[in-house]
């Protein structure tokens, strides 16, 4: 017996994606906001923390590339979606060009938020 392969689409695996993504949001910020609620230091005490370690270029630039990716596709996919909101770009010529759209967008927006 065959297993069956589950053949995602770029549109729902983008909208999957995007579900987590807002998960992921919505975690972190409520994860930090905890840790300033109960850490007993002030938030320039734990930066200065973190740069007192000498991390490289390299790993600083993939650990804020990492940060700001999930808040770089959730943003462009919204943006996408509220499109759709409007009808625009719902035929799935369009749907699957605005999705590879939004993925160079947060492929090239997060690389540019993490050279800040």
Do not use: C
Request: proline share 4%.
């Amino acid at each position: 017996m065959a297993a069956l392969a589950l053949r995602w689409s770029l549109p729902m695996a983008m909208s999957i994606t995007h579900r987590g993504t807002g998960v992921a949001l919505s975690l972190g910020v409520s994860l930090f906001s905890l840790a300033a609620f109960l850490l007993p230091e002030h938030f320039p005490h734990y930066l200065a923390q973190v740069r007192d370690l000498s991390l490289g270029p390299a790993l600083i630039f993939s650990a804020k590339f990492a940060l700001v990716l999930p808040f770089s596709y959730h943003t462009w996919n919204g943006i996408r979606h509220l499109a759709w909101d409007l009808g625009k770009g719902l035929r799935l010529a369009q749907v699957t060009q605005s999705g590879v759209l939004v993925l160079l967008l947060t492929l090239l927006s997060s690389a540019g938020l993490a050279v800040l």
